[in-house]
């Protein structure tokens, strides 16, 4: 595959992802696309951070005055 | 005991992957999230089965799985939740385009064999090298490289990806995606 011409003409699809009679073209590296898929569907979750649930959790397995005395 | 405060710390850092390894096993937030409690209250139970020196994460990653595939067996005829609460529940993404884009991989995603899903996502997402991506999952290392070559190869085909000439050596699958 040719790279770095100017002109270079973009090959039928776009690297971005977009529709075209209903098929969803995802560009010509397919690995690095799903990929980047992948990644970003992760990263939705990953962004959101640690919820309050689970640092409160760890915080009361972590204090030894309330071992055994679980609610 | 300050070790125990160091394994905590480890664990919070690692919460954030699990959730998003969690959802993408059972595709519910709330589910994922129990499931992810539970990972965390089995660590702590048996850190003394921990290994130190070894990859926490990945012993986490171990526990969640081994958790959701004993619960994913009971509930085996539960319908997954592909796209309701779950892309519901997250926050928007900057561009419609992205969103859309997204919505299909994520179908396209839950379209493929829980096996080759996970394997998938442990090495493609989660950043896990292919031996521990084979450590988490109990099976040998070719086994995962081979899923993951066929989950790519299978996602390509259901989203009819342009290029599939770049990929893989599976001719079989090039032909079928090439022809339709």
């Known amino acids: 595959m040719t790279r770095g011409g100017p002109l270079q003409p973009k ?25 980047q898929q992948l990644r970003l569907m992760y990263s939705e979750v990953v962004d959101q951070g640690v919820p309050d649930r689970f640092v409160e959790m760890l915080k009361r397995l972590d204090d030894p005055t309330n071992r055994g005395s679980k609610q | 005991m300050s070790q ?41 139970a048996n850190l003394n089965s921990f ?19 004993s619960e994913y067996r009971k509930r ?12 519901d529940s997250l926050a928007s993404l900057p561009d419609q385009n992205s969103r859309l884009e997204l919505g299909e991989f994520r179908k396209a995603l839950n379209l493929l064999p829980p096996d080759q899903r996970e394997s998938l996502i442990l090495v493609g997402a989660s950043g896990f090298s292919y031996e521990e991506a084979a450590q988490i999952c109990g099976c040998a290392v070719g086994t995962i490289k081979s899923r993951v070559n066929r989950a790519r190869t299978r996602l390509a085909e259901i989203l009819s ?18 022809s339709s």
Not at chain 1, 13 to 22: E, P, W
Not at chain 2, 51 to 69: D, E, K, V, Y
Not at chain 2, 76 to 87: F, I, N, Q
């Open chain 1, 11 to 35: 090959k039928k699809a776009d690297v971005r992802g977009y529709k075209t009679n209903g098929v969803v073209k995802l560009g010509p590296d397919i690995k690095a696309r799903i990929g």
């Open chain 2, 51 to 69: 290994q130190p020196g070894t990859n926490m994460s990945a012993w986490l990653f171990t526990i969640l799985r081994n958790l959701f595939r």
């Open chain 2, 4 to 44: 125990r405060n160091d394994v905590r710390d480890v664990m919070l850092a690692a919460v954030p992957s699990l959730r998003a390894f969690a959802i993408s096993l059972c595709g519910n937030v709330d589910r994922a999230d129990d499931l992810v409690q539970e990972t965390l209250l089995r660590a702590w």
């Open chain 2, 76 to 87: 085996r005829h539960e319908v997954e939740d592909v796209d309701g609460s779950y892309a």
């Open chain 2, 161 to 178: 990806i342009d290029g599939a000439s770049d990929f893989g050596p599976d001719r079989e699958t090039r032909a079928v995606v090439n």
